[in-house]
């Protein structure tokens, strides 16, 4: 038997969708390649020559290249125990900002900045990181000591100026690590000199610098500088309802911090010129209509006792008030917020002359300062 064959049409061929897609493409392309030229490269325009800089460019130029390798970066660490296992674990607590003040390694900070850390870590300006020691402080004053070790001859710490004779309008310039970001300068002018600004412990510090140089969170601690590239004032604070510049910054004086720094150094605290005395509370002053202020005890043997000044002391039912001070050389008393800053003023073994209320007669008394707690 013969075999049996199909005999079904041939199919037919099909064009590869993708072949259809690649000659419209090509079609296209010849089209607007001849119809639409590729344009003419376009050239950089020629660079004009700026000259020389400017003589303020000059000198800002000159004052943070001889200034940043001083400031230091300051990151604060806080301990913490995980509640499952209980072990101990580091983290960041803040940033802020610090300068070199010797070839020993002594860093000046606010001390806010590291109040409360576990561990301070001190960043120079090279990158090298270095564990801080904290050598003292001063709360009073919003001002800290630290100690790093690094290599002999590899910290060059700022020149010191002075504070007492700034103008207002004099140029400063703020170098720091605002909102952590390192080496950063501002400029601005002396807004206003004698404000006053309350530190972290509630007691006022006075004489400070108001300036408009932007100061931002993490600029805290570091220096600001005059024209001549001097230490003039520690950065330490901002007003601002946002929490950010808006130009109003404060700097402890360095008059203060150049008296401060070298007792903590020295002490690791800052020595207190005092009386020996022990004075009434100021509302307690307010509510028995005092202007001064009240002693309530003398310690026995010290300057205060030496001097003859007198406390409170009670007659029968009758309460006899000790003596009231009214001025410390001629500058009025008012609070004991005012008599310590006016001891600030002072160094141990100093005499001064209190001008005092005893009895509702005014009298005046000598009083070599003692050491006080």
Known sequence: MEPHYSSAPP??????????????????????????????PVEPRAVVARG???ADEKTTIEIFQNASPAVVFITTIELRRNLFSLNIYEIPRGTGSGFIWD??????????????ANRVEVTLADNSSWEGKVVGVAPDKDLAVLQISP????????????????????????????????????SGIVSALGREIQAVTGRTI???????????????????????????????????PSGTSAGIGFA????????????????????????GI??????????????????IDVRPDSAAAKSGLRGSRQNGDEIVLGDIIMAVNGRPVRSFDDLRNEMDRYRVGEAVTLGIIRQ??????????EEVG
């Open 11 to 40: 199919a037919r061929r099909r064009v590869p969708l993708l072949l259809v897609l690649a000659l419209i493409m090509a079609g296209w392309w010849l089209f607007f390649r001849y119809e639409n030229p590729p344009p003419a």
């Open 52 to 54: 020389d800089l400017a």
């Open 103 to 116: 070839e020993q390694g002594h860093i000046v900070t606010n001390f806010h900045v590291i109040e409360g």
């Open 151 to 186: 290599p002999a001859g590899k910290l060059a710490p700022l020149p010191i100026g002075e504070s007492s004779n700034l103008l207002v309008g004099q140029k400063v310039f703020a170098i720091g690590n605002p909102f952590g970001l390192d080496q950063t300068m501002t």
């Open 206 to 240: 006075q004489g400070v610098i108001q300036t408009d140089a932007a100061i931002n969170p993490g600029n805290s601690g570091g220096p600001l500088l005059d024209s001549a590239g001097r230490l003039i004032g520690v950065n330490t604070a901002i007003y601002s």
């Open 252 to 275: 402890v004086p360095v008059d203060v911090v150049n008296r401060v720094v070298p007792e903590i150094i020295g002490h690791g605290r800052v020595i207190q010129p005092g009386l």
């Open 278 to 295: 022990t004075v009434a509370h100021d509302r307690l002053a307010a509510r028995l209509e005092i202007e001064g202020v009240l002693i």
């Open 360 to 369: 509702g007669r005014p009298e005046e008394l000598n009083v070599i300062l």
